[in-house]
């Protein structure tokens, strides 16, 4: 009997939430405040869930915070950025690490996080877009795109600057490039030619075709680096 009354609460509440929810999306789309917090407790309960039975756990250092979780062994950085810790500034596009949107910094150097699995990363610093700069505080680069127009959309503009700046860091470590001249004079990112730059960010594409906004962006910043 007491099953019974269980269940049939439950598939109570699911109807009232599903018609709350319901409500709010046939008044113009627009959700309630009631209705979004259903969303967003569904949405936490479904990232929990998808850790599966075989989650472990974790300790990882992001923006400069120590983060425990839960995690499946195969879930990747991306993933626990964006279902687990609520870090949307990281973008998923191609999920094959081919696009570049998904870029983040590693102890200073740009890796693609849909493509490494979180558990592998324990100990290390790790830096999101949401950790590079924001408000009035904007790190030099996401003013430079901001000034340039080094955007349209969006969407990939987390990936480009957090690619710039482990570029630039590459650069100043002497680190050549294809289109190098020479090895030898790779030392500043003063040096840094446009073909230079062209070449180092091809790994992340714009599909809104902002280029040379992004590439003065670059050049600007990495004018003012000694």
Known sequence: MTDERNDNQTRREFLRNAAVIGAGIAAGGVLTAEAAELVNDADK???????????????LKINGKTQSLKVDPRASLLDVFREQLGLTGTKKGCDHGQCGACTILVDGQRINSC??????????????????GRGENLHAL????IERDGFQCGYCTPGQICSAIGMLNECKAGHASFVSPDIKEIS??????????????????????????????IKDVAGKIS
């Open 45 to 59: 309960a479904s990232a929990l869930s998808n850790n599966g039975p075989d989650a472990v756990s974790i300790a």
């Open 115 to 132: 493509l490494t699995f979180a558990m592998m990363y324990q100990g290390k610093d790790i830096t999101t877009i949401e950790g590079i």
């Open 142 to 145: 996401q003013q430079a795109f």
């Open 188 to 217: 500043s990112p003063k040096n840094l030619s446009v073909d230079e730059i062209k070449e180092r960010m091809s790994g992340n594409l714009c599909r809104c075709g902002a280029y040379p906004g992004i590439v003065e962006a």
